[in-house]
């Protein structure tokens, strides 16, 4: 059973910074793409970014593009978000994925393993 447990969100000021963590644990991570989502309230859980298994591919919805970074530690088994310039537009829940294999997508459909998701609120 693959686990994943999203850390680091928080309350921050409109552009600031936070670091969110994802933990793997329990099956394959080195093997596999990870990705980010994220959920406000009332509204759908949307794609925010992507790495590939070997880190050296990266894909970024357009509304985070140039201010947020996806990165990965294989050797540690977690993956990142350092977000910058944060809007408080950015305030949800966000989710660490892993992608199904052969897969590369930007939708929920594409991933198989989700985590509980934690809070980022960012206030005006």
């Known amino acids: 059973q693959v686990q994943l447990v999203e850390s680091g969100g928080g309350l921050v000021k409109a552009g600031g910074s936070l670091r969110l963590s994802c933990a793997a644990s329990?099956?394959?991570?080195?093997?596999?793409?990870m990705g980010w989502f994220r959920q406000a309230p009332g509204k759908e859980r949307e794609f925010v970014a992507r790495?590939?298994?070997?880190?050296?591919?990266?894909i970024y919805a357009d509304s985070v593009k140039g201010r947020f970074t996806i990165s990965r530690d294989n050797a540690a088994n977690t993956v990142f978000l350092q977000m910058d310039s944060l809007k408080p537009e950015d305030t949800a829940v966000y989710y660490c994925?892993?992608?199904?294999?052969?897969?590369?997508?930007?939708?929920?459909?594409?991933?198989?393993?989700w985590g509980q998701g934690t809070q980022v609120t960012v206030s005006s």
């Open positions: 790495v590939s298994r070997d880190g050296g591919n990266t």
């Open positions: 994925a892993r992608s199904k294999a052969y897969y590369y997508s930007t939708t929920t459909s594409g991933y198989d393993y």
């Open positions: 329990g099956g394959t991570f080195r093997s596999t793409g």
